[in-house]
């Protein structure tokens, strides 16, 4: 049973029957399109493999030894520089600055400035202590009475100033605040009220007029509006929608059709081209390995292989041997004349200052646990200890 037909078939979204137009354009746009295509995407398939072989065999190798370069020129010294000169000259900085400042510093506030300090505020405490029984034993009282003084003073003034107050008060009220009440509730009040209703009829009339203006102006702005409004409708929007409906709406979907079978043409050429450019590549790739690479593999293998092992097992082993012999025998030669000439710098030493004394070594005497004597310990000695009387 075929189970994956079913499941692509399904996957697959179902397609709205199309026209006769549509069936009319497709075949020769794919084919027109799929000639302009294949030469583009041949030149394209072309550059980007020349690009990847340029990338993996010059430019990433070039980018490496750039980089190499760079942290050799720019990196490394700064590093070194930092690590062996700047740090250590920094701690040295460092040391010498809290020997010749920090500690002299620490010195100078611990035993001259905090006793110092000490001593002064000391000083400040007994003047501050001073001042205060000065104020709390002189200038307080003094203050004290003369408030009292002052308070008194103050009362007297006030008592003067409440009198003055109520009479200037009572004269205010009765010449100037009772004559403008009478004026205000006798007088202005009813000619205001007179003016506010002359404004009111003066506002009616005028209201009245400027609605009648208004509506004869809308009515005549009305009538030109609508004879307006159907003129632009007759010479602009219906034709306009004639347009729209009988020429551009079909005209659109006309366009809209041959695009999308213009890009479907140029999705089905790309990938058709694509497999074009893969088989043209596999075979010139082909083509190349049976001309250079196979030629040059069979030379290696049938020619250069067998005449390398000759050369090496007829030339280069024979030479490597007797370079190795000439060597050992150079060496022996060497050590023959370097023993020969330690024998005669020992004879000539020995014929001038003579033979020279023989030093004993010294034996250390090492401690045993066994009787020192000439014979053996036996049983049947009477020296031993279970013998012995």
């Given amino acids: 049973m075929d189970l994956e037909k079913p499941a692509a078939e399904a996957r697959q979204p179902e397609r709205q029957p199309e026209g ?24 394209w398939d072309g550059l980007v493999a020349g690009g ?6 010059v430019l990433r190798p070039l980018g490496r030894a750039l980089a190499w370069v760079a942290r050799a020129v720019f990196v490394w010294p700064f590093v070194g520089l930092w690590r062996y000169v700047a740090v250590p000259l920094g701690k040295a900085l460092g040391w010498l600055g809290n020997v010749l400042v920090v500690v002299p510093v620490l010195w100078l506030f611990r035993h001259v400035l905090t006793p110092l300090g000490q001593g002064v505020v000391w000083v400040f405490r007994g003047i501050g202590a001073g001042f205060g029984w000065i104020h709390a034993r002189v200038l307080t009282p003094v203050g004290h009475g003369v408030l009292w003084v002052l308070g008194g ?11 003055v107050y ?21 007088v202005l009040t009813p000619v205001g009220r007179a003016i506010a209703w002359c404004s009111r009829g003066v506002a009616w009339v005028v209201s009245t007029v400027v609605a009648g203006v208004a ?39 006309v366009l809209a059709v041959v695009g999308r079978e213009v890009g479907d043409a140029l999705g089905h050429a790309w990938r058709i081209a694509g497999y074009i450019s893969l088989a043209v590549g596999r075979f010139l790739g082909t083509l190349l390995r049976w001309i250079f690479v196979e030629p040059v593999r069979w030379a290696y293998q049938t020619v250069l292989t ?18 190795r012999s000439v060597g050992r025998v150079a060496r022996q030669t060497l050590a023959a004349a370097r023993d020969s000439a330690r024998q005669a710098r020992a004879d000539f030493r020995r014929m001038l200052l003579g033979e020279p004394k023989e030093e004993r070594p010294q034996v250390v005497p090492v401690p045993r646990r066994e009787p020192g004597g000439a014979d053996g310990r036996t049983l049947g000695s009477s020296k031993t200890a279970l013998t012995k009387d």
């Fill in 20 to 43: 006769c137009l549509v069936v009319a354009i497709r075949l020769p746009v794919r084919i027109v399109v799929l000639v302009l295509v294949v030469p583009v995407r041949m030149v």
């Fill in 52 to 57: 990847r072989l340029l990338t993996d065999a």
């Fill in 153 to 163: 003073i103050g009362a007297g003034i006030a008592a003067v100033g409440t009198g």
């Fill in 166 to 186: 109520a009479v200037v008060a009572w004269l205010v009220r009765y010449l100037a605040v009772v004559p403008a009440q009478w004026l205000y509730a006798w």
């Fill in 215 to 253: 509506w004869l102006v809308s009515m005549v702005i009305s009538g030109i509006g609508f004879v307006l409004y159907w003129a632009l409708r007759v010479l602009l929007v219906l034709p306009a929608l004639a347009l729209w409906r009988w020429v551009l709406t079909p005209l659109g979907r």
């Fill in 306 to 323: 067998p005449l390398g092992h000759v050369v090496r097992d007829a030339v280069l082993r024979p030479a490597a041997e007797a370079a």
